[in-house]
């Protein structure tokens, strides 16, 4: 399953996408030791910001789109490039082992974001 690292904070609904990117991911673990014995792996892909047609409206919002730059080691949006691979591996026997992961694909946002701002951005973006 695909669940969201990060929610959007201060949106009205905010505590229903949280909850349901908590039942996702808590469903991979649970499955995964029902399923496992089977040979089944269940796991959960949980990406950052991803740049896509979808997210183009807040991306074309300068203070969101610098907020997310700003505060990714990497300085920048991810792709859906960025998560073809974490994908083949976990589809492949390269994952084979892997089962009840939450795999986090965000260019380390989360591990930094509790730091903020602009040390972690590039100098094209300060």
Do not use: K
Not at 3 to 10: L, N
Not at 43 to 69: E, H, K
Not at 95 to 110: C, E, H
């Amino acid at each position: 399953s695909v669940g969201a690292r990060i929610g959007c904070p201060g949106v009205m609904q905010a505590w229903f996408e949280r909850a349901v990117t908590a039942w996702r991911r808590r469903c991979a673990r649970v499955l995964s030791a029902e399923l496992g014995a089977d040979g089944i792996t269940v796991n959960c892909l949980a990406p950052g910001y991803i740049s896509t047609d979808l997210t183009s409206t807040v991306q074309a919002d300068a203070a969101f789109d610098f907020a997310v730059r700003d505060r990714n080691p990497e300085g920048r949006w991810g792709t859906a490039a960025d998560l073809v691979g974490p994908v083949l591996m976990l589809a492949t026997d390269a994952g084979a082992y892997v089962n009840g992961a939450i795999l986090v694909v965000d260019g380390g946002f989360t591990e930094t974001f509790h730091i903020g701002g602009a040390r972690h951005a590039p100098a094209a973006a300060r």
